[in-house]
């Protein structure tokens, strides 16, 4: 099935040459071939588009110098970052357009490479969100993700195991980004099963039985992979101390579940739950940046264990419930941070089946009516 994605490359790339990275599996391919059906595509897992490049990367200019005005894609750029010298030329001296997408940006940043000084922006593609699937199935959704591949597909707990063993062990071994391959999946097991908890370096090292220093390499791949992203704590509260840890959170539902050998996730389980806020933290995280909002994202705790789930940009608080109605006992915590009156904005995103504000203004919204107004630009 062909997905309509929200993020426009048509656009992006009128503006300038983009580095488009995502996790393997999220449509990258798909996409590009929608959005340019009539570009020059330079596929680096074609064994014989990758040995010529790497030998002559001058090639790029000698088979499209009758063609200057036509945009280049580059598939997996990583594969051979030295290119990106001949590329860098090409951008500063004749103009060249480039697309150059990737599943890991770590090969780049190691050749000491800085994403073409500046030269070339970059986009990030994720899993499919709410706003991309026709006849969206919420349950669904929390048992298989948002992989193009997987949501729809009948047989997804074997799709999701064979991704699970072959890319995130196998393919981070054939990339050398680290050569123990059975503690990174060990950590895997590990950072899954901790989704949207606090990390704490030095319990995870002691469970893990390895180095401080080897946990953040690992935690750095998942960065460099998007197969995983930080979510810092909020510091600025003054009446009640905040938590500085970060949270941490993989890239899709489904791969999560796998890691996790968890069952089926069933509305009203403790699963459920943590898996409503791991979505919509999820459909924030996309939308920020595909409408290319540079916004920050944070939660916050305090010491007393008050907690509001996600604070964006400094303004806009979020709490979110898998609960059908929303009362005071829920409301405890982003109250505790409305105290502070350092947010503009309150809202709860739950269950509830109809939109309703309290009295001191705090804004309830069902999750696909939250949904439905974040995409349209209303909220945020």
Same mark, same amino acid.
């Not at 959704?141 to 193009?148: E, Q």
């Not at 996309?286 to 705790?301: D, G, P, Q, T, V």
């Given at each position: 099935?062909?997905?309509?994605?929200?993020?426009?490359?048509?656009?992006?790339?009128?503006?300038?040459?983009?580095?488009?990275?995502?996790?393997?599996?999220?449509? @990258?391919?798909?996409?590009?071939?929608?959005?340019?059906?009539?570009?020059?595509?330079?596929?680096?897992?074609?064994?014989?588009?990758?040995?010529?490049?790497? @030998?002559?990367?001058? *090639?790029?200019?000698?088979?499209?110098?009758?063609?200057?005005?036509?945009?280049?894609?580059?598939?997996?750029?990583?594969?051979?970052?030295?290119? *990106?010298?001949?590329?860098?030329?090409?951008?500063?001296?004749?103009?060249?357009?480039?697309?150059?997408?990737?599943?890991?940006?770590?090969?780049?940043?190691?050749?000491?490479?800085?994403?073409?000084?500046?030269?070339?922006?970059?986009?990030?593609?994720?899993?499919?969100?709410?706003?991309?699937?026709?006849?969206?199935?919420?349950?669904?959704?929390?048992?298989?993700?948002?992989?193009?591949? =997987?949501? #729809? #597909?009948?047989?997804?707990?074997?799709?999701?195991?064979?991704?699970?063993?072959?890319?995130?062990?196998?393919?981070?071994?054939?990339?050398?980004?680290?050569?123990?391959?059975?503690?990174?999946?060990?950590?895997?097991?590990?950072?899954?099963?901790?989704?949207?908890?606090?990390?704490?370096?030095?319990?995870?090292?002691?469970?893990?039985?390895?180095?401080?220093?080897?946990?953040? #390499?690992?935690?750095?791949?998942?960065?460099?992979?998007?197969?995983?992203?930080?979510?810092?704590?909020?510091?600025?509260?003054?009446?009640?101390?905040?938590?500085?840890?970060?949270?941490?959170?993989?890239?899709?539902?489904?791969?999560t579940n796998t890691l996790c050998h968890r069952g089926s996730i069933r509305q009203k389980s403790e699963l459920f739950g943590k898996?409503?806020?791991?979505?919509?933290?999820?459909?924030?995280?996309?939308?920020?940046?595909?409408?290319?909002?540079?916004?920050?994202?944070h939660y916050w705790r305090s010491t007393s264990q008050m907690e509001v789930d996600l604070i964006i940009g400094g303004k806009t608080?979020?709490? =979110?419930?898998?609960?059908?109605?929303?009362?005071? @006992?829920?409301?405890?915590?982003?109250?505790? *941070?409305?105290?502070?009156?350092?947010?503009?904005?309150?809202?709860?995103?739950?269950?509830?089946?109809?939109?309703?504000?309290?009295?001191?203004?705090?804004?309830?919204?069902?999750?696909?009516?939250?949904?439905?107004?974040?995409?349209?630009?209303?909220?945020?």
């Amino acid at each position: 099935m062909l997905y309509t994605r929200k993020l426009n490359l048509a656009q992006l790339i009128k503006k300038k040459s983009f580095f488009l990275f995502g996790p393997r599996s999220t449509g @990258k391919t798909t996409l590009i071939h929608q959005s340019f059906p009539n570009a020059k595509i330079y596929n680096l897992l074609d064994s014989r588009v990758y040995k010529k490049l790497l @030998k002559r990367p001058e *090639l790029l200019e000698e088979e499209n110098k009758d063609n200057s005005n036509q945009l280049i894609i580059i598939d997996e750029i990583q594969k051979i970052p030295s290119l *990106l010298d001949e590329i860098h030329r090409l951008i500063y001296k004749k103009r060249q357009k480039f697309l150059l997408t990737g599943s890991s940006a770590r090969k780049l940043k190691k050749r000491g490479v800085n994403l073409l000084a500046g030269r070339a922006w970059s986009a990030s593609l994720f899993p499919l969100t709410w706003s991309e699937i026709p006849k969206f199935n919420l349950i669904q959704y929390l048992n298989r993700g948002g992989l193009p591949d =997987i949501y #729809n #597909n009948p047989h997804y707990k074997e799709e999701l195991e064979a991704y699970v063993s072959l890319y995130l062990k196998e393919e981070i071994k054939n990339e050398a980004l680290t050569r123990n391959v059975q503690a990174f999946s060990e950590f895997l097991d590990l950072i899954a099963l901790s989704s949207g908890q606090e990390i704490n370096y030095e319990g995870f090292s002691k469970d893990l039985q390895i180095s401080p220093s080897t946990l953040k #390499n690992y935690i750095e791949i998942l960065d460099d992979t998007l197969l995983g992203f930080k979510l810092p704590g909020y510091t600025k509260t003054k009446k009640r101390k905040s938590i500085s840890r970060y949270k941490y959170y993989l890239f899709d539902i489904g791969i999560t579940n796998t890691l996790c050998h968890r069952g089926s996730i069933r509305q009203k389980s403790e699963l459920f739950g943590k898996s409503f806020e791991h979505f919509i933290i999820l459909e924030i995280r996309a939308f920020l940046s595909y409408f290319r909002k540079n916004l920050s994202m944070h939660y916050w705790r305090s010491t007393s264990q008050m907690e509001v789930d996600l604070i964006i940009g400094g303004k806009t608080a979020i709490e =979110i419930k898998a609960t059908s109605l929303v009362q005071d @006992k829920h409301l405890r915590g982003i109250r505790a *941070l409305k105290e502070e009156g350092l947010i503009e904005k309150y809202l709860v995103v739950s269950l509830d089946d109809s939109i309703r504000k309290t009295k001191d203004n705090i804004k309830i919204l069902p999750w696909n009516q939250f949904l439905t107004q974040l995409w349209k630009g209303k909220l945020i």
